[in-house]
């Protein structure tokens, strides 16, 4: 049997569009209650990276939250709204976030509520491929079903993120350090990423593409009009049909390879689409960062040499720009592998000799003072 996904064009952030848009995408499914029983506690596992602003496109919009939240609270649910970003997993950060992120006011408005949990619990995950146990934040146990409600992004890392890394926030925000500094290599990161959201088992996937991310992402990208609204009953088909809208194929990101690889997903003509195609909404021009590449080398079998030489010349790296930095230290404090200290100038300065590649810097810096930069010969190359 073909898996369900729907594709449902929605132009900004209006709330009655929206929501007539999810109204549709939820139809096109056949309604909430194939997966969901009324009466359920339902978490919508949103994307809060960081305290960011609507308008920026790094977090899943509030608009389009409240909408999905009101859809399932007049279907007869309970709605817990939450996340686990970057950082300590406490209420003086979350509180931050909910009320930057525009959450709190959803919150608010729909009378849904947002996660104050902030405990951990270890799951047993059989389904693993790399990960047969993990550790998760405690909000899981607080509801009976998971929505992941991701934003479609360019990610200087993966790649593309969306609906499977989006679970990645079911872990507490310090233990994600783990995570990186124990998996250098993109493929082994990948298992993880997929193990994680097997774990969790997303009854639904949601992405906001109204206005997506590209470039220099997942949170210091350009926003850009992608018009979409993606509904699927598998996150794992609904990444795959995303990154069809904006010119990537199954190789080009390391979670659907591996996906692919382990049979999670086919070719994307194995989909059922509803509502519009992927033709319809493709973006061949939607620019993507090359973080990752096929040389990545920092676990492999080899010559010490060869690794130099590729992380060197062939591997893009993060650069600070030292014009916008300001020393917070909150990228030192964010990187897995330890490397980033502050200079007596108030600047971030990166041990490149031990850089991972995580992109957490990138990723978590307030003021977008770290830039991916391409090497040269990576360039002339076009890898």
Same mark, same amino acid.
């Given at each position: 049997m073909k898996i369900k996904c729907s594709l449902t064009r929605c132009t900004g952030y209006d709330y009655e569009k929206v929501y007539e848009a999810l109204s549709e995408s939820i139809e096109n499914l056949g309604g909430f209650a194939p997966y969901i029983a009324k009466g359920e506690r339902v978490?919508?596992?949103?994307?809060?990276?960081?305290?960011?602003?609507?308008?920026?496109?790094?977090? =899943?919009?509030?608009?389009?939250?409240?909408?999905?939240?009101?859809?399932?609270?007049?279907?007869?649910? &309970?709605?817990l709204i939450g996340d686990s970003p970057g950082g300590p997993f406490i209420s003086s950060l979350m509180n931050s976030v909910y009320?930057?992120?525009?959450?709190?006011?959803?919150?608010?408005? =729909?009378?849904?509520?947002?996660?104050?949990?902030?405990?951990?619990?270890?799951? +047993?995950?059989? +389904?693993?491929f790399i990960m047969k146990h993990l550790t998760l934040t405690d909000m899981i146990n607080d509801v009976d079903k998971v929505i992941s409600v991701a934003k479609l992004k360019a990610h200087a890392m993966m790649t593309f993120t969306g609906a499977v890394k989006n679970m990645f926030g079911m872990v507490p925000g310090l233990s994600k350090a783990e995570y990186h500094l124990n998996m250098p290599n993109? &493929?082994?990161?990948? +298992?993880?990423?997929? +193990?994680?959201?097997?774990?969790?088992?997303?009854?639904?996937s949601f992405m906001d593409g109204i206005v997506s991310m590209e470039g220099n992402g997942p949170t210091a990208g350009d926003p850009v009009n992608t018009n979409v609204i993606l509904a699927s009953e598998s996150p794992y088909h609904l990444d795959q049909a995303a990154c069809g809208i904006i010119d990537l194929s199954t190789d080009d990101v390391p979670v659907l390879k591996r996906l692919k690889a382990r049979g999670i997903i086919g070719e994307i003509g194995d989909i059922d689409f509803a509502g519009g195609s992927i033709e319809e909404f493709y973006n061949k021009d939607f620019k993507i960062s090359r973080g990752s590449s096929l040389f990545d080398v920092q676990d492999s079998n080899l010559p010490g040499f060869i690794k130099t030489f590729v992380g060197r010349c062939l591997q893009t790296r993060p650069h600070i720009n030292l014009g916008l930095c300001v020393g917070c230290g909150i990228c030192k404090d964010a990187c897995p592998a330890n490397i980033i200290d502050i200079n007596a100038g108030k600047k971030a300065v990166i041990n490149y000799k031990k850089c991972i590649r995580c992109y957490c810097c990138q990723e978590l810096c307030p003021q977008k003072a770290v830039k991916m930069h391409r090497p040269t010969l990576a360039k002339l190359l076009k890898i």
């Open positions: 978490l919508l596992k949103v994307n809060l990276v960081m305290k960011k602003r609507p308008e920026e496109a790094a977090t =899943t919009h509030p608009v389009f939250v409240k909408a999905l939240a009101t859809l399932l609270l007049e279907y007869g649910t &309970e709605v009320s930057g992120t525009g959450m709190s006011q959803v919150s608010k408005e =729909t009378g849904a509520r947002l996660n104050v949990n902030y405990n951990s619990c270890t799951k +047993d995950n059989p +389904d693993g993109y &493929e082994h990161f990948a +298992d993880m990423l997929i +193990d994680v959201c097997l774990c969790c088992k997303p009854v639904l």
